[in-house]
């Protein structure tokens, strides 16, 4: 672990500190949960940027996506939040760990400054376009917020309702066939490339 | 909390998605900066949906951008699988040629 790496780890733990802190001030225990579930979130995909090896990327990834998840509870998507940790956690990421067994090791690929340049000047333009945003607009919200409900049936109801989604479940199921019958058809060895004389020396 | 600080956590993953795209030169960092930017406008439209009447629609739209998350992933990574048979590299700048 050299100097760079520590100051990292170092000022990650810091701010989930103090995002913890600063939900627990603002809102008691829900804004702990806040601030647990931010920290994760930002920390991972943080994390993913920086880690120079991509296993370690693809793990912390799993972070990202089960803090996402966590948001969405606190927001009241239950539904959502068992989706995301099913398709994410269970399917997305599986997939990438799958493709990263392509990526040969290259300890040069990451360069330390490229990223804490990219890092920085990205932040940047997000807090600038955050005061912008947050001194000019006012978001329409509701006064009182309601109770969050569960509404799984109303979901499966909204899927299949004339009036509601169907056109677009069932544009969204025809995708997804497609998609996946392309990603095989695309994916696989072809005849000619068993014949190969590269590929019989080589493996 | 209030829908302000969903929107900034949203708003930092998304930054970082970028980050992620633009500064490594690997096709696999390139689909988990995509997947970061997915998830950060997902909650975008919860928190938007939560905090205007709690009605379906945003979170109907969440359903749907990870239903096409997960298509999209199958997709991607059955063409990084076929850049690394043909270029035997998965950094995007040594792909430059439509066929060969």
Known sequence: MDNAQRAFYTLLAIGTLGLLGWGASSAGASGVAFGFFAALTIGGSLVCVWERSVVRSAFSLMATFSGVAGLFLLLGADFLAVAQILIYVGGILALILFGVMLSPPDPTERKLSRVLTGIVLMMGAVAW??????????????????EPTTKVDEIGIAFLDPDGYVVAFELAAMILTAALVAAV??????????????????? | MGLGAFIAVSAILFGIGIVC????????????????????????FVAFNRFNGDAMDGRMFAIFVIILAAAE?????????NVYHLFESIKPSDVDLMRD
Not at chain 1, 185 to 200: C, Q, T, V
């Open chain 1, 129 to 146: 376009v955050g005061a912008k945003v947050s001194s000019t607009v006012t978001w329409a919200t509701s006064g009182e917020l309601p």
């Open chain 1, 185 to 203: 058809y695309i994916a696989r060895r072809k005849a000619s490339d068993l014949n190969d004389p590269r590929a019989e020396g080589g493996a």
């Open chain 2, 21 to 44: 795209i633009i500064t490594r030169r690997n096709m696999i960092y390139v689909l988990m900066g995509i997947e970061m930017i997915l998830n950060a406008a997902n909650i975008n």
């Open chain 2, 73 to 81: 992933a199958a997709v991607a990574l059955g063409i990084v699988l």
